[in-house]
């Protein structure tokens, strides 16, 4: 038996030494054909294959070790600027394409850890939404137009599912913290820079004064003012906490002036619905928050600056006038075409054709024209889910806002829950203006939530603590302590 210990030892140092060299043989290969290609390389194509050659073992490396960081967080980053990466319409995005190589490293670190977290009852109601919608393809006025908004939820619920099961260590969430708010913060700084500028800015005449806003663009590229301003209001959140939870000195007021920046994005955006989100999100943070004094000192000092800058009520007090830029006369039509619809949908993605069926009907002091998107996700969600979706989806919704709500005010990471639910209920109210659901920043925000739900749940200091997959961790005797353990049950 000695003798088999001692050639199993011998083995196992053996097949240490082969990885190594083999490894180390690998990279030198590797690191000697980019270095050729970048040295001996003549035109733009053959540089950019050394350079992807020299970087991409080390990309594949991170992924495996820390898929949150690469590529999830090449993905948080992109988002912001999803509509600007168009690549060729059959593959969509660049985002599109870098969110499908974050779920595929996120899936490899859950088989290679065999470590899971039991998703929140909120994630099954989605995909339940989702098994709705590709039912809703039999019965759909348009079943292409059906299939491919089918597949885009699929592709961003898909994601959402697997980081919600993903168990995180501190260090991930931080990660993840810093390239959701590093993101916003370039497409803020981008879009205040376009604005001072005064390029691509869109000037109205309202009630004798001048309203502006910018919209961001490349070429022939741009981003909706008010996508671009309603995926603020994750980062928004975050920064708030950041900031309350910390005593006066160098660091917080650098916090503010990142703050002001990303707030900044939303002035030159001049959304209405992501200015009256903030507001519902403050009014949120001043009931249930621990920092009350901190948040009203912010909204009385940002509220007067805005008033000294600009009159923010101009554009609410034309949006009387104008219907909010056709959208009454849209959500006119909408309700008609619901009524056609009311109980199955016209089928996932088919809102601009029940519209278009809908229109002759209904007369519209605004003319707000031919094939249009509901501005409202759960006027969109009534016509082409019926009365089913439309349940299934502020279920969903809600449950979404009460993922975090095991968590205490005694515990420390209270303040990110009520930073997250106040990003829940802004997103809501944005969600009224806009039809969102298919956006990247609001899956964005839902995975967000579920991961900070999973560090909860393996937080050392927490009782929530689960072990791999999805036994739970050892918790205060279940005869001294039954509430704990049905709290517990019922949250995991």
Not at 223 to 243: G, Q, R, V
Not at 250 to 257: D, Q, S
Request: proline share 4%.
């Amino acid at each position: 038996m000695q003798v088999i210990a001692v050639v199993r030892d011998s083995i196992t140092r053996n097949l240490k030494v082969i990885k190594i060299v083999s490894l180390l043989i690998m990279g030198i290969l590797v690191l000697a054909l980019g270095s050729h290609l970048l040295v001996y390389g003549d035109d733009k194509r053959t540089l950019a294959v050394g350079i992807v050659v020299l970087v991409l073992p080390m990309l594949l490396y991170t992924a495996v070790v820390r898929p949150f960081l690469f590529p999830l967080g090449l993905y948080v980053l992109l988002v912001p600027f999803d509509n600007l990466l168009s690549l060729d319409p059959r593959y969509g995005t660049v985002t599109k394409l870098v969110a499908i190589c974050a779920g595929l490293a996120l899936v490899f670190a859950l088989v290679r850890n065999r470590r899971w977290v039991p998703p929140h009852r909120a994630v099954w109601l989605w995909l339940g939404l989702l098994v709705w919608m590709a039912l809703s393809v039999f019965w759909a006025l348009d079943s292409v137009e059906a299939t491919t908004r089918l597949i885009t939820y699929a592709e961003l619920m898909v994601l959402y599912l697997v980081i919600a099961m993903m168990p995180l260590t501190p260090t991930d969430f931080k990660l993840f913290s810093i390239t959701v708010i590093l993101g916003a913060f370039v497409a803020s700084f981008y879009a205040v820079h376009l604005f001072h500028s005064g390029i691509n800015v869109q000037n109205a005449t309202i009630d004798q004064q001048v309203a502006s806003r910018v919209f961001v663009r490349v070429g022939e590229s741009h981003i909706d003012p008010n996508a671009f301003a309603a995926a603020l209001l994750l980062p928004i959140a975050l920064m708030m906490t950041f900031i309350l939870q910390r005593q006066w000195s160098v660091t917080k007021l650098a916090l503010i002036g990142v703050l002001l920046v990303l707030l900044g994005g939303i002035y030159v955006s001049a959304s209405r619905g992501a200015e009256l989100a903030i507001g519902m999100m403050m009014i949120y943070l001043l009931i249930r928050g621990r920092h009350r004094a901190q948040v009203l000192l912010f909204c009385v000092v940002g509220l007067g600056t805005t008033l000294i800058l600009t009159n923010p009520f101009a554009r609410f007090g034309d949006a009387m006038k104008t219907g909010g830029a056709g959208r009454l006369s849209i959500w006119k039509v909408g309700f008609e075409a619901f009524k056609n619809h009311w109980l199955v949908g016209a089928g996932v993605g088919n809102f601009p054709v029940a519209y278009d069926k809908a229109y002759i009907f209904i007369y519209q002091n605004y003319i707000a024209g031919w094939h249009r998107a509901s501005h409202n996700v759960f006027l969109g969600l009534a016509v082409e889910l019926g009365i089913i979706g439309l349940a299934l989806g502020l279920i969903a919704w809600y449950q979404q806002w009460r993922m975090l709500s095991f968590i205490t005010k005694s515990e420390p990471l209270y303040d990110l829950r009520i930073a997250l639910e106040s990003t829940i209920l802004g997103l809501f109210v944005a969600s009224l203006f806009l039809p969102s659901l298919p956006d990247k920043y609001i899956w964005l925000a839902f995975g967000f939530m579920a991961a900070a739900r999973s560090l909860a749940l393996n937080s050392s200091h927490s009782v929530y603590a689960v072990l791999p997959p999805v036994r739970l961790a050892k918790l205060p005797d279940e005869n001294l302590f039954p509430s704990v353990h049905q709290k517990v049950r019922n949250h995991a």
